[in-house]
C-alpha cells in the first residue's frame, strides 16, 4: 500500500485552500481512508485550529526536519476520525526553514503507512508553494469565482505545466453562489473552466455553516461539508454527480419549479 | 429548460460576470504569453508593413490575433490575397530604391 500524495494550492491567499484540506482529508477518513495531512504553511499555520487539534501539538514540520523529532511524534491524532493525522506548520519560523528535498523525504517516510497524504500550501508562488508541490502525485487547485482567484490560479497552472513533471491537476471552484450565478453577477462553473481549461472535481457552495463549523473545529459541516464529502468520493475514484447548486435555489426558480417549470 | 414559467421568470442575464470573463480571458493572454495588447499591435504593424512590400493587400481585412486552444496559444493571420484588378495596380515594393 502506497498513498496518494494530494497538494492543495491556489496561488491567491483566502480562497478556502485550508478548509479544502481539512475537510477532504475528513471526508477522506470517512471513507475508512488511513489519512495525513501536512501543513506547510510554516509562519502562518491554521491547518490546525480547522481541524480543531490545536491544543494537542507537540512537535512540528520544522521540528521533524531538523531532527529533533520523529514524524510521529509530529502527527497529532484527530479525536473524531479515527485514522487521521495532523502534521502542523512551525509557527515560529519561516518558509526556508524547510527545502523542497526535505519534503520529499517526508512523503516518502509517510508513504507506506497511508493512504492519502493532503498537503496544505501556503498562498504564493514561492518557496512555500514549491516545498508543498515537491514531493505531490497530483495537484487541486483552489479558486474561487473571482476574477483575481481564478487569474492567481492560472499563474499557478502555469508554473505547474511548466514544471519538470508533469503534475495532474483538477479544480476546486469555492465559494460559489448559486443566486448571484443565476442573476449572471458571478462567474459560472462554466466560465472557470473555460477560462482555466483544467478538468473541475468539484464546486462547493458558499456556505456559512463553513465558518460557524471553523469557529468550534468541526469539519464537513452543512452543504459544503456535502460538496466535500462528493469531492473526496471522486478522489476516491467513484463516479459522483456534480452537486445541483440550484437545489436549494432562490424564490423565483422554485416558483418557477411548483409552477411546473 | 424552455417552459412557459421558466421563461416567464428568467430574469435577462445582462451582469458583470460576462464583463469579469472577458477582462479575465484578455489579461490572461498578456500572462500566458508575455505578449501586451500593445505588443501585438506593434507586431501587427510590422507584419502588415513586411508583407506590402511584396504584394498589395488591403490593410483593414487583415487579422492577426491571439488564439486560445485549450491552455496553448496561437498567433493566428488571415490575410486575404488581391485579386484580379487589385493586383494590376503597380506595385510599390519599398525595394526600388534599394
Excluded at chain 1, 494550492?9 to 483566502?14: L, N, P, Q, V
Excluded at chain 1, 456535502?226 to 467513484?238: K, P, S, Y
Aim: hydrophobic share 45%.
Amino acid at each position: 500500500m502506497t498513498a496518494r500524495v494530494i497538494t492543495i494550492t491556489s496561488g491567491k491567499g483566502g480562497v478556502g485552500k485550508t478548509t479544502t484540506t481539512a475537510n477532504l482529508s475528513a471526508a477522506l477518513a470517512e471513507l475508512n481512508k488511513r489519512v495525513v495531512t501536512i501543513d506547510t504553511d510554516i509562519g502562518l499555520r491554521n491547518l490546525d485550529l480547522v481541524m480543531g487539534i490545536e491544543k494537542r501539538i507537540v512537535c512540528d514540520l520544522v521540528d521533524v526536519v531538523e531532527k529533533r523529532s520523529t514524524l510521529r511524534q509530529a502527527m497529532v491524532k484527530h479525536k473524531k476520525y479515527s485514522d487521521l493525522y495532523v502534521i502542523p506548520a512551525a509557527q515560529t519560523r519561516d518558509k526556508t526553514a524547510v527545502s523542497p528535498a526535505q519534503m520529499i523525504e517526508i512523503v516518502k517516510e509517510l508513504r507506506a503507512d497511508f493512504d492519502f497524504i493532503l498537503i496544505d500550501s501556503p498562498a504564493g508562488i514561492e518557496r512555500g508553494f514549491r516545498n508543498a508541490v515537491a514531493g505531490a502525485d497530483e495537484v487541486l487547485i483552489v479558486t474561487n469565482p473571482e476574477v483575481s482567484a481564478v487569474r492567481d490560479a492560472d499563474r499557478i497552472i502555469g508554473l505547474l505545466e511548466a514544471g519538470e513533471r508533469k503534475l495532474p491537476m483538477r479544480l476546486v471552484i469555492n465559494r460559489v453562489k448559486p443566486d448571484m450565478v443565476r442573476r449572471g453577477e458571478m462567474l459560472s462553473i462554466n466560465d472557470v473552466v473555460d477560462i482555466l481549461s483544467i478538468k473541475p472535481i468539484g464546486v462547493v457552495p458558499d456556505d456559512e455553516g463553513v465558518l460557524i463549523g471553523s469557529n468550534r473545529g468541526e469539519l464537513l459541516v452543512g452543504r459544503a461539508g456535502e460538496a466535500f464529502r462528493n469531492i473526496a468520493r471522486r478522489l476516491n475514484g467513484e463516479d459522483v454527480p456534480m452537486m445541483n447548486l440550484d437545489s436549494n435555489g432562490g424564490l423565483l426558480s422554485r416558483l418557477a419549479r411548483l409552477f411546473g417549470g | 429548460m424552455g417552459t412557459f414559467w421558466s421563461r416567464m421568470f428568467k430574469r435577462r442575464v445582462i451582469g458583470s460576470s460576462s464583463a469579469a470573463k472577458e477582462r479575465l480571458q484578455l489579461v490572461l493572454v498578456t500572462d500566458r504569453t508575455d505578449v501586451s495588447p500593445e505588443k501585438l499591435q506593434a507586431m501587427k504593424d510590422e507584419i502588415i508593413a513586411v508583407i506590402a512590400k511584396y504584394v498589395s493587400v488591403d490593410k483593414a481585412r487583415i487579422e492577426i490575433n491571439i488564439e486560445q486552444r485549450q491552455r496553448d496559444h496561437w498567433l493566428v493571420a488571415d490575410i486575404p490575397l488581391p485579386k484580379g484588378a487589385d493586383r494590376e495596380r503597380p506595385l510599390s515594393t519599398g525595394l526600388e530604391d534599394a
